[in-house]
């Protein structure tokens, strides 16, 4: 993640972005350097990524959060695994 913010706050200062919020700069660097838009992309979906899973990690293990883990709470999880980009590997279930 720090290695993605650090990229982004290369690019804010090469273009003179002034905004602090990396969604928006991402949306200021594909209108500045549109021949990047599809790594602007990629690196938006991988912040994104980690920063849900920063968050979800802190729920779920810094603040020992406990999860019942009952049919309905089950098929939600699945849905954020499967959104999170987990899948099957062999006898690893992603869910």
């Known amino acids: 993640m720090r290695i993605i913010k650090n990229i982004i706050c290369a690019q804010k200062t090469v273009y003179d972005i002034d905004k602090v ?3 928006q700069i991402f949306d200021d660097l594909r209108e500045k350097n549109p ?3 599809q790594a602007y992309d990629n690196l938006e979906r991988s912040l994104t990524f980690f920063e ?3 968050y979800l990690y802190q729920l779920l293990v810094t603040q020992d959060e406990e999860i019942e883990l009952d049919a309905a709470t089950l098929k939600n999880i699945r849905v954020v695994a499967r959104t999170m980009g987990y899948r099957d590997l062999g006898k690893c279930h992603a869910e």
Do not use: G, S
Request: net charge positive; aromatic share 22%.
């Open 21 to 23: 919020n990396a969604w």
């Open 35 to 37: 021949k990047r838009h």
């Open 52 to 54: 849900v899973f920063r």
